[in-house]
């Protein structure tokens, strides 16, 4: 009497769960795992830095997963005061949030989780010359206290009042203004002065992000998977830079 020899499927061997997060701008490569149950992309596009006065932002850079069709776009830059930079586009996705464009000053936010943020607008002074300060003493130093303090602008009388320092005096601020010397005419107590008001140039945009989830057996083991890391916008003079992208994968 025979009987047949059974046949012994060998049992399949899975990685063991994980997650790995990529921040470094630039290329990367990702070897995917033979996964058990499910593998999760998520994407982040790098943000555009804010400009300033003179100077623009840099738009942040692209992050992607080319070979799965994933893309989160960068945020644009702050054009230095004439307008905001765009928030980064996604595609691809399960998930696909478009960033934020900025918003005034403001960097716009990052599509997830507040990260890739854009960068603020820097700030820069508002230069007029024309006006006058008279004092009884220098402008540099008030001799005794109270001295007589006197701005005129454009012809009107501005601020009319006591100053009751002993000391140097480098500047005058009121009304959200800022009164300075500046070098040139003089005669007797009166000195030509500037005028100056604090103003910021324009936010960069937020970074995209995608969220791409794969079954078990939708990604082969081993296969390398090249990667993009969109890097940060760097900003115009004193804008700030703008977060940088990142790629996070995780499976179980």
Do not use: H
């Amino acid at each position: 009497m025979t009987f047949p020899v059974p046949i012994v499927c060998p049992s399949i061997k899975y990685d063991a769960p994980g997650s790995v997060t990529y921040t470094t701008a630039g290329a990367q490569n990702f070897t995917v795992p033979r996964y058990r149950n499910a593998l999760t992309i998520e994407i982040w596009g790098g943000a555009g830095g804010g400009g300033t006065q003179g100077y623009n932002g840099a738009n942040g850079g692209n992050s992607s997963v080319s070979a799965l069709g994933l893309l989160a776009g960068g945020g644009g830059g702050g054009l230095n005061t004439a307008s905001n930079g765009a928030g980064g586009i996604a595609s691809g996705g399960d998930v696909n949030t478009n960033g934020a464009a900025g918003s005034g000053s403001s960097g716009g936010a990052g599509a997830n989780a507040g990260i890739a943020n854009g960068g603020a607008g820097g700030a820069y002074n508002v230069v007029t010359n024309n006006g006058w300060r008279e004092a009884y003493n220098e402008w540099w130093w008030s001799a005794r206290s109270p001295d007589i303090f006197r701005i005129y602008w454009n012809g009107s009388l501005v601020v009319n009042t006591t100053y009751s320092a002993v000391g140097p005096i480098s500047s005058y601020t009121t009304g959200g203004y800022t009164y300075t010397r500046y070098s040139g005419n003089s005669d007797g107590t009166r000195f030509a002065i500037s005028r100056y008001y604090t103003a910021y140039g324009r936010g960069g945009g937020g970074g995209a992000y995608v969220k791409k989830t794969f079954s078990r057996g939708e990604l082969s083991a081993k296969t390398i998977l090249a990667l993009i890391v969109g890097a940060g916008g760097a900003g115009g003079n004193t804008g700030a830079a703008g977060g940088g992208g990142r790629i996070k994968i995780t499976w179980t």
